[in-house]
């Protein structure tokens, strides 16, 4: 999975699904929706990979999170091609990622550790990080309405279904969801 699906999420997610009998649809849908912040990373980056042409399809494939804050914060040394420096930081980082998946899927077979909690570990991460989207937003709504839906299809009975009717629903909510315009002040400070 490491080598074909680069994206430790969806990886940890898809498994999570698949040992809950989750449908294929349901799984795509979730990893799609899980990893469609990759398309806002892929526009933000189409002029920096606009001239490539050797490597142009490997960079969009591996452009994670990680890779995404290296490139756009390190920039090249001045002897360096662009290209072959963004492919080498892509390269590693997908590297690192497949060799630690591989050894922990061979050594985990061999070694015995218990540890309370870490399955645990990932959910808290995906909290916090929500957690400061709501602060940096201050819009609350799409993340409530994310956690209503699936719980109420639940609630009804959909319990094999809610996942999947959850995302939709709240997808589509989130959708249709406008960000309050903020009101322009006259000169002498009043609302118009």
Request: a negative charge; charged letters at 15%.
């Amino acid at each position: 999975m490491s080598l074909t699906i680069f994206a430790g999420a969806a990886q940890f997610m898809a498994i999570s699904l698949i040992n809950q009998n989750k449908s294929f649809i349901e799984i795509g849908l979730a990893i799609f929706l899980l990893n469609a912040r990759h398309m806002v990373y892929g526009f933000s980056v189409l002029e920096r990979y606009a001239p490539f042409k050797r490597f142009k399809k490997y960079l969009i494939f591996g452009l994670t999170d990680e890779t995404y804050a290296l490139i756009t914060t390190v920039e090249p040394p001045d002897d360096a091609d662009p290209e072959f420096f963004d492919f080498c930081i892509t390269a590693l980082n997908q590297s690192y990622w497949t060799t630690g998946g591989i050894l922990g899927a061979l050594l985990g077979t061999f070694i015995s550790w218990n540890a309370p909690g870490l399955d645990f570990a990932l959910t808290a991460l995906f909290v916090v990080l929500m957690i400061e989207q709501i602060r940096t937003l201050k819009r609350p709504g799409p993340f409530l309405l994310g956690l209503a839906a699936p719980v109420l299809f639940y609630a009804l009975g959909f319990t094999d279904q809610a996942l999947f009717l959850g995302i939709v629903i709240s997808s589509a909510g989130c959708f249709f969801m406008k960000k309050k315009k903020t009101v322009p002040e006259t000169e002498e400070g009043a609302d118009v």
